[in-house]
């Protein structure tokens, strides 16, 4: 298991450097690049330093961040941060939403906090609003297929528990084979290419639901990145 394997080498990599030994001194290959994450991650959870080479950061890749986003709308802490989740996600993967109706939306959801006194769960909450619910839907067609789209993908999310929610998201942003926005994103951080991106989304659904809920991983995630922009010099 690829899981398993990236811990039980971060363990052994933790207790030597406990014994005396240089983080210098370890060097860690992969294959295939995906499976790199899963190392990473074992090994900041350690706080063991990690500088990959060649390899972008796990959280730092765009499939990784719209993953992140996702698990943020199970139960988001403040409604700003529900805005920006909803920001990144409403076209990832893309369903046409015009810019205009994506923000109108993440506006409501940055006052969901005020509205919902005391907060309901924020995804069956914001399945009620208008936009979602139909009650003032353009009559464009095309706008009411995307609308019906998104409502669609997070009804079904907002039911699922946090032992099944990570597959579920990998499994919406990772279709079969892989295509469009995420291939080319893959590609352009020298990820391996599509043929990788079910490979990435599993790893970062298996950290998901090792660290056992959204907002951990969300802490996890921004913690990792300071962790490698400062390990980067960057």
């Not at 959801?109 to 069956?124: Q, R, S, T, V, Y």
């Not at 003032?136 to 528990?161: F, I, Q």
Request: charge should be neutral; hydrophobic fraction near 50%.
């Amino acid at each position: 298991d690829p899981l398993e394997a990236a811990d039980r080498v971060a363990e052994e990599v933790a207790g030597r450097m406990e014994a005396g030994e240089p983080p210098s001194s370890f060097a860690i290959l992969s294959r295939p690049n995906a499976e790199a994450g899963l190392v990473e991650a074992a090994l900041l959870k350690l706080n063991v330093p990690v500088k990959g080479l060649g390899v972008p950061p796990l959280f730092a890749r765009p499939a990784a961040r719209d993953f992140v986003a996702y698990c943020l709308l199970c139960d988001p802490p403040v409604g700003e941060v529900a805005a920006e989740a909803l920001l990144r996600i409403a076209n990832r993967p893309m369903r046409f939403l015009p810019k205009k109706w994506v923000e109108g939306l993440a506006e409501a959801a940055g006052e969901w906090a005020d509205k919902a006194n005391p907060p309901i769960p924020f995804l069956p909450w914001l399945l009620s609003q208008p936009p979602l619910a139909g009650g003032k839907r353009s009559g464009n067609a095309h706008l009411k297929r995307a609308v019906d789209r998104l409502a669609s993908d997070l009804t079904a999310l907002s039911k699922a528990p946090w032992a099944t929610f990570p597959d579920k998201v990998a499994a919406l942003l990772v279709p079969r084979p892989p295509a469009g926005y995420l291939a080319d994103a893959l590609r352009a951080s020298h990820d391996g290419g599509a043929d990788d991106a079910g490979d990435l989304m599993a790893a970062v659904a298996a950290v998901a639901k090792g660290l056992g809920s959204p907002l951990a991983l969300a802490r996890f995630a921004k913690e990792s990145a300071r962790r490698v922009r400062a390990n980067y010099g960057i």
